[in-house]
């Protein structure tokens, strides 16, 4: 027998309650009067935070009593005209999971208990494979005020599902589930691979309890959330320059990146201080941006758990995986924005000091799997704030901080034909983003060349320093 894939739908496919938006359209469809119901507002905002509770489930089971009389035809138009907002309101790692389970070979299903009518067209719309909902009885096409099988909720959704299951040759026991909910325990635990989506608090003791996997839909897995905010967006929050007097910003070109949608950042790569420089673009923007970083910070204490909080894709160079890519791909398929330096590493030696750029062909390689667009951010300054030989930046220089310049250019030109000729085109984006003395030859000092290796460098400095470029 086959597995399949069950989803939850409000605060799980979706981050908040349906109920807003089928309200809406209820009563622009003339079912519902069209006025404020007092006290509505207030219960979904509740339910938007703490989840499903006895009494309002009480109150979702009368609801089939309450709409004894409705005409049918008229809450399918609702449905479908629900169906076009929510379907944007669907996060894209959601949309991606679907995907991704489809091609596995399993089929994904819709398990909730909203009314079958008003949630059919966002399943179509989803494209899942079926539908399991509240289904109300009917009598010459208005409902008579029953329901018609299973009230999918509860013990309820459970029985719903593995009658599905039964008529679809699909073993309960070796699929999938996923959901916000305590009340959906009974199919969690009967899934072999449970999954709690925007746990509520009873949920979510459960699932640490259990040991099951927790995670957001509308942020890369392993992101937490608190109070509804991921890390990066509240540290964003406090991304002022006040707030770091031991550097100056000079931030210009912010308007070229997207406000909404996928697009890959990159930037010339200096100093440690650089992912920070970015991060710091990224808050005048106000969007959250994913960094490929490489696997010594991840696996670094408490950097490393830090980093995975933020978003991170931890790279193993030189394994030859593509798990790193393909994670990138999945995180631009949902709408997010990832951040990588084409350069791998900071250059040491002279190599530091090259107005050449070489980058590795990651980010090309990335724009042609996915058509994101390349955005290219020029640093310039970050070596003064975090020099290579330096364990930690220099935060004692408030009396006389440098400058870290940053200028975002348009999307690099590229034609997806060479990773090669796609990379030194992006490349060339970043020079031309540097101010005029980076594009000039010049002879380094000792002093300078020494504060471009690294702080555990373990070869013979002097000969470091003594290397030329080309002989590497």
Known sequence: MESAAFFDLDRTLLTGASGPMFSTMLKR????????????????????????????????????????????????????????????????????????????????????????????????????????????????????????????????????????????????????????????????????????????????????LRRWPSQFFDVPAGVPKLGGIEPQRAIQMLARPELFPWVRFDIAGTELIPKTGPAIIVGNHRSYFDPLAIGMVMAKVGRPVRFLGKKEVFDAPIVGQLTAALGGIRVERGSGSNEPLAAAAEALAAGEVVALMPQGTIPRGHAFFDPELKGRWGAAKLAAQTKAPVIPIGLWGTEKVWPRNARTPNVLAVGHPPTVRARVGPPVDLRYRSADADTRRIMAALVDLLPDEARIHREPTSEELARSLPANYQGDPDAEIKRRPGKD
């Open 29 to 208: 469809v003339g079912i519902l009067p069209d006025r404020n119901i007092p006290g509505e507002a207030l219960v979904f905002k509740f339910f938007d935070i703490v989840g499903e509770t006895i009494p309002s489930m009480l109150a979702t089971r009368q609801m089939a009593r309450a709409a004894s009389g409705w005409d049918r035809s008229l809450v399918q138009e609702a449905g479908r005209l629900a169906a076009e907002r929510l379907v944007d309101e669907v996060p894209g790692f959601a949309k991606a999971l679907i995907a991704r389970h489809q091609v596995e070979g399993r089929r994904v299903v819709m398990a909730t208990t909203s009314p079958y009518d008003l949630v059919k067209p966002l399943a179509d719309a989803l494209g899942v494979d079926d539908l399991i909902a509240t289904k109300y009885g009917e009598s010459g096409g208005r409902y008579d005020g029953t329901v018609d099988g299973f009230f999918v909720w509860g013990p309820g959704k459970l029985a719903a599902v593995r009658d599905w299951a039964g008529r679809n040759q699909v073993d309960v026991a070796r699929s999938y589930a996923y959901s916000d909910s305590v009340y959906d325990l009974p199919l969690l635990s009967a899934v072999k691979f449970p999954t709690a989506i925007n746990p509520d608090p009873r949920l979510r003791v459960v699932a640490a």
